[in-house]
């Protein structure tokens, strides 16, 4: 089996001497802490001796997330937690078919990779820019609206540490992507049962990333309301069935409303994210991969009116921990594996 392409990345630059700075917009990220960890403990494999530690601790987690995960088809369960001041207003999109809007969007990843134990390598920033069209196309049973989308133009680079043979291959699966079409269901309250969209059969596994991140932008970009009626400082939970690139995992997040105007929301959500062991595979890859441990975290904000299509802005980031097992040329190796990916949406 070959790496996953992000790896691949990190490996190309494991041989610069170069530490990529860290960005001053985005929120801090949990940070490789050494090239060279300590010896592993007797009897533990030198993955998980060097990076045991909280962000795998499942006697912490909430009860939501200790178990199998649900489908992404179900949907979610929501909890009100709190509240809020004057409890009145009840949240529900307003958008009606045939409405159409442009989605301005930058997602960007990056990962670090141990293997063996052993610091490989940290990758730069990989940066998409996206000029979507949504078009509410019609209302299913159910009352669920369809949305249409087109992908009119996307650049992607690597921000630091270029290589003309990546960003040569990075260029051919944007050629790729540009045109995609798909769609997505949302019901009122913001449950996106599915995102329909997917590279061409053909296409180079960046592409097949490219995708898988903006198929986990629209369900973060997009909140689940509360049946109740919610208010200022109003907080709900959030259990749902969420794809971390080809692996089943449990979200739980909480969401709370720091401003209200009308239509107009402004969310800011706390996520975490468990899975249980499993084989899994990453979009555009033929073999699959065992997963031993997988842990995530992240925070965003999000400022919506509820009669448009897309966020008057957002910002989320996510950091995704996982420790996995693969083979290679019929050695099976261990790897940790730390990717961030952050969306980005501009004020309006």
């Given amino acids: 089996m070959r790496l996953p392409i992000i790896i691949l990345i990190a490996l190309s630059f494991a041989c610069s001497k170069k530490e990529d700075?860290?960005?001053?917009?985005?929120?801090?990220?949990?940070?490789?802490s050494a090239a060279k960890p300590d010896a592993p403990a007797e009897n533990a494999t030198p993955t998980e001796a060097a990076w045991a530690g909280s962000q795998f601790d499942q006697a912490g987690l909430p009860a939501e997330l200790q178990g199998p995960a649900p489908s992404q088809g179900e949907r979610p369960s929501l909890r009100v937690v709190e509240p809020g001041s004057?409890?009145?207003?009840?949240?529900?999109?307003?958008?009606?078919?045939?409405?159409?809007?442009?989605?301005?969007?930058?997602?960007?990843?990056?990962?670090?990779?141990?293997i063996g134990g052993v610091l490989a390598a940290k990758a730069p920033w990989h940066s998409a820019t996206y000029a979507?069209?949504?078009?509410?196309?019609?209302?299913?049973?159910?009352?669920?609206?369809?949305?249409?989308?087109?992908?009119?133009?996307?650049?992607?680079?690597?921000?630091?540490?270029?290589?003309?043979a990546l960003n040569e291959r990075l260029a051919k699966a944007v050629a790729q992507l540009r045109g995609l079409t798909g769609a997505y269901t949302?019901?009122?309250?913001?449950?996106?049962?599915?995102?329909?969209?997917?590279?061409?059969?053909?296409a180079l596994r960046e592409a097949h990333d490219m995708v898988d991140n903006l198929k986990w932008a629209f369900h973060q970009m997009i909140p689940s309301l509360p049946q109740e009626r919610v208010g200022v400082g109003t907080q709900w939970t959030v259990h749902r069935?969420?794809?971390?690139?080809?692996?089943?995992?449990?979200?739980?997040?909480?969401?709370?409303?720091?401003?209200?105007?009308?239509?107009?929301?402004?969310?800011?959500?706390?996520?975490?994210?468990?899975?249980?062991?499993?084989?899994?595979?990453?979009?555009?890859?033929?073999v699959p991969m065992e997963l031993v441990k997988f842990a995530a975290e992240g925070?965003?904000?999000?400022?919506?009116?509820?009669?448009?299509?897309?966020?008057?802005?957002?910002?989320?980031?996510f950091t995704v921990h996982g420790v996995f097992i693969y083979d290679k040329d019929g050695e099976r190796l261990s790897m940790f594996n730390t990717t961030t990916r952050s969306l980005r949406i501009p004020a309006k």
């Fill in 132 to 164: 979507i069209k949504l078009k509410a196309e019609k209302v299913e049973p159910g009352g669920a609206l369809r949305v249409a989308v087109t992908i009119d133009e996307l650049e992607a680079q690597y921000e630091e540490g270029k290589s003309p």
């Fill in 241 to 286: 069935g969420a794809m971390q690139g080809g692996i089943a995992a449990n979200e739980l997040s909480t969401m709370q409303i720091s401003k209200l105007q009308g239509t107009r929301v402004d969310i800011k959500t706390q996520s975490q994210q468990a899975a249980q062991p499993q084989t899994f595979q990453l979009p555009g890859y033929p």
């Fill in 86 to 114: 004057n409890p009145s207003h009840r949240l529900r999109w307003e958008v009606k078919p045939g409405f159409e809007q442009m989605l301005s969007m930058n997602l960007r990843s990056r990962a670090k990779v141990l």
């Fill in 186 to 202: 949302m019901d009122p309250r913001g449950w996106v049962k599915s995102v329909e969209l997917g590279a061409p059969p053909d």
């Fill in 21 to 32: 700075s860290v960005p001053t917009e985005q929120v801090s990220e949990t940070e490789v």
């Fill in 299 to 317: 925070k965003g904000e999000v400022w919506w009116d509820l009669r448009e299509l897309t966020p008057r802005t957002a910002r989320v980031i």
